[in-house]
């Protein structure tokens, strides 16, 4: 009976110590809600004082008034809300895809498929793109570039612009999306297309040494998009789904390898520490936050009107 005990305290002992080497994530099984659009674009400002998102809507509001549709800032240290942009202002559509510039007194995003910019005190609100069909801005770490994607026709691929919007080059070539800078400001991560399936691929910023980091047919999956590093440059974030299941939040190390699926959600940011990650959960449309393997998924922002005083 005392070796019948040890041999099951061994096994217990071995199968907790192999959970914890190969599995330090905690997981949700996939849903099937494809879509939610009350709050996304949530991002960090490097310092952390603030998270930005897109708000669409009034939850306690049955027909949401345009002047609650914009761009917002919550300030962590305060907790207060701050209407930076709204459809009052801007008129529609409503914006999307929003990116802090490295010193975090900017925030880049797309907006009637160009590309602007605004001070996070609402002044200096600039144009940088003027034709074709933009999106997905990222602000470089050396803060000199934004990189983003055109849509269609001909130039549709990923681009880069000065701050000021001068002197736009091409990287990619069509089929190119969701750019994303690799920490060295030499590189980059986007979407591409192998067949029926994205991948996730590697190249510099002429568009040369290009390789691919995931493929999307070893895991099923038929979509990828909002891809991020970690702040140490260690792991990268992004949105994938496969078929007849909503989106997952997903992690995988920078060389590709140990991809994982977190939590059902989309428009997932890294905090400015890399220890917590934003997102939005599918099923509540608000936002939420976990820690960087996956657990303690808690509400964070959503279900509340915060334009009267929510907490």
Known sequence: M???LLIILFIFILNCS???SKDNYCTEEPGDVWSCRRYFGVTMSPDGDWVAFIYTGNPHDSTPKTDTIGIYLFNLRSFKFINLLTDHMLNMPVPYHLDFSPDGEWIVFSWQKQIW???INGDSLTQLTFSG???????SPDAKKIIYHVLLGD??????INIDGSTERKIGKWGWSYPEW????????FVDWEGEYPVIAYADTIGQHYKILLRGSEFNIIQIKNLEYSPDGSKILFVARRPGEGPMVWVMDADGSNPVP???GQCANWSNDGEKILYTQTESCDIWIMDKNGCNKVPFIGDFNFLKGGK
């Open 155 to 160: 130039s549709a691929g990923i681009w880069m």
């Open 2 to 4: 005392k070796y019948k």
């Open 18 to 20: 192999l959970f914890k």
């Open 262 to 264: 977190l939590a059902r």
């Open 182 to 189: 690799d920490i060295d400001n030499e590189h980059i991560i």
């Open 133 to 139: 069909e933009n999106f997905y801005p990222r602000w």
């Open 117 to 119: 910019k605004i001070k």
